[in-house]
């Protein structure tokens, strides 16, 4: 589903942030991608959008060399991948609908299609009966789920969650990786960045780790071990 | 793609509604941009008007002597004729003059009668040269200074039109120059509001443009609202510029009348002969500043 061969990223001469990292992600897996700050983890979600492109190397998606993709292709790319930034917010002068929504909006659904849509992924995130409320009459961890249905309006294959719980408590955490997982239970590849070791632990899923940006570990049901 | 379009023209109508006062105030500059530029449209029209009006009026009158005949005099106009500057001559035989002079005089007894008792005519013929370009008179002055022309040539007068012709002519660059002056500053001020409009509008649109982008929208949707902002712009400022124009001319017209009593200056009629041009190159020139500024401002946000 997702190849990454020999990719480095430099963003300049002294900022490496990837070195030669290759890895490979099945189709269906659910993924951990742990790492101090500043190893490159966010630059990796940043290359599967093709947000950055890779210095030397190759990126796959699906039978999609998206290394060299074409700015006009990018579009297509990211309708099919669903992806959730800690600094991604909501619109705020939008209700949770309207916010997602507008997601489907700006690629041009039709409006059956939108009502069809937009009411599947509030119940997939448990947030149906608070539809329409704006942003800040939702808590923290209420809006991130509705961020994270928004990236699910495209029904994605691939899922990427960079830090998704990272101001959030513990039960809000939870909360947001069992959605997660559910996700994952529909057969969506996801992708989880995080600092959280009680997350990973609890997972019992793959975990890559990343230090100064190369590959450290990668283990089937790892653990946290920075 | 009429339902995208339709989005487009909401989503445009939204961002106009959030920036409200500061697209209320770049408009307004536009508006008085515009009008400077509309000032100078009139400025010009109206001292090309003056000048038709006295270029019109400027001739050097060639008075020849009496014992000149109508021949002699009409092979002069002949040749003035054949010159490149000169665009007419009038010409008025020895008999047309006395023919006048009778006609003006037939109340008067006394000048009739000594008319008569001097037998022969005492006028001479009297060319009116009128030239295409009042700078060409000097020319045709200094052509009928020739030595051949001195003997039979009276008179001529031109001194007085020569100092009128280049009084008119510096007012007329300097109106220019003074009107191309102020409407380049406020073109300046203009252009530089607009790219900082633009780009703060674009700017507090960052938020958008990165959901719309990470979703998969086309980076035309997400130019569509901002080209469109740029359409609503350039047509508010132009109508409400060509609105204070008429209006303005409305109260000016009355004015001009008196001015030019026998040339009638319609400076409303000169902007409706011309609408489509003048305000069309207006707007075309404020869509194109505005519709520039949002492409340049948007594609920093569409790089991710
Ligand atoms: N746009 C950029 N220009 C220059 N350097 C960058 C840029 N983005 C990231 N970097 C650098 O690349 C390295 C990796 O950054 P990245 O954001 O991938 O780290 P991270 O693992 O996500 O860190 P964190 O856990 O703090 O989010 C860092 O050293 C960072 O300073
Ligand atoms: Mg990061």
Redesign the pocket.
């Known amino acids: 589903m997702i190849n990454l061969h020999n990719v480095t990223k430099m ?2 001469e002294d ?1 490496v ?1 990837l070195k030669n990292i290759s890895f490979a992600v099945k189709s269906g897996e659910f993924v951990s991608i742990v ?9 990796i979600i940043k290359i599967l959008i093709a947000e950055e492109r890779p210095t030397k190397g190759q990126v796959e998606i699906g039978d999609w060399d998206i290394t060299r993709i074409r700015a006009g292709d990018i579009p297509m790319l990211r309708r099919q991948i669903g992806v959730v930034f800690q600094d991604l917010k909501l619109l705020p002068a939008m209700t949770a609908y309207e916010n997602i929504a507008f997601a489907l909006e700006v690629v041009g659904a039709l409006p059956r299609r939108i009502k069809e849509v937009v009411p599947q992924v509030l119940r997939i995130v448990g947030l149906e009966d608070k539809a329409h409320r704006y942003p800040l009459q939702l808590s923290g961890g209420e809006q991130q789920r509705v961020v994270i249905a928004r990236a699910l309006v495209h029904r994605p294959k691939i899922f990427l969650a960079d ?1 998704p719980t990272g101001n959030l408590d513990a039960l809000n955490t939870r909360e947001i990786i069992d959605i997660l997982k559910k996700i994952n239970s529909f057969g969506t590849t996801v992708v989880l ?1 995080t ?1 959280n070791r009680e997350v990973v632990n609890q997972l019992r899923r793959r975990v890559i780790t ?1 230090n100064g940006g190369e590959i450290m570990s990668d283990h089937e049901n790892g653990k946290y071990v920075l | 793609m009429f339902l995208s379009f339709a989005r487009v023209v909401r989503l445009s109508l939204q961002q106009f509604h959030r920036n409200l006062w500061l697209s209320i105030a770049t408009i307004t500059l536009l508006i008085l941009s515009l009008l400077t530029v509309n000032l100078v449209v009139a400025l010009g029209a109206v001292s090309q008007a003056a000048v038709t009006v006295v270029q019109d009026k400027i001739d050097v009158s060639v008075y020849f002597k009496p014992e000149v005949s109508n021949e002699e005099v009409e092979q002069v106009r002949n040749t003035l004729l054949k010159r490149s500057e000169v665009k007419e001559v009038a010409y008025i035989p020895k008999e047309g003059a006395l023919a006048r002079f009778k006609e003006r005089h037939k109340d008067d007894p006394v000048i009739s009668e000594s008319l008569q008792e001097l037998g022969e005519n005492p006028f001479g013929a009297t060319l009116a040269v009128s030239a295409h370009d009042p700078e060409q008179y000097p020319k045709i002055i200094e052509f009928l200074e020739a030595p051949e022309y001195k003997e039979i040539i009276e008179e001529k007068n031109f001194e007085d039109h020569r100092l009128v012709i280049s009084r008119i002519n510096t007012l007329m660059r300097n109106i220019r120059s003074f009107g191309l002056g102020v409407a380049g500053v406020f073109g300046v001020i203009a252009i530089l509001v607009v790219i900082n409009t633009v780009r703060v509008a674009v700017y507090t649109h960052r938020g958008e443009i990165r959901i719309m982008r990470l979703v998969g929208a086309s980076s035309w949707f997400v130019r569509g609202p901002f080209l469109f902002e740029a359409l609503l712009f350039s047509f508010a400022a132009t109508i409400l510029t060509a609105a204070v124009v008429y209006l303005g001319l409305y109260f000016v017209q009355p004015h001009f009348d008196r001015l030019f009593e026998n040339v009638s200056l319609s400076l409303i009629g000169y902007y409706s002969a011309n609408a489509i041009f003048i305000f069309g190159a207006q707007f075309v020139g404020i869509f194109f500043l505005t519709a520039l500024s949002s492409f340049f401002a948007v594609r920093r946000y569409l790089r991710v």
Do not use: M
């Open positions: 963003y300049s900022a942030a790492g101090q700050s500043g190893t490159g983890k966010s630059t830090e960045v600092h990343l």
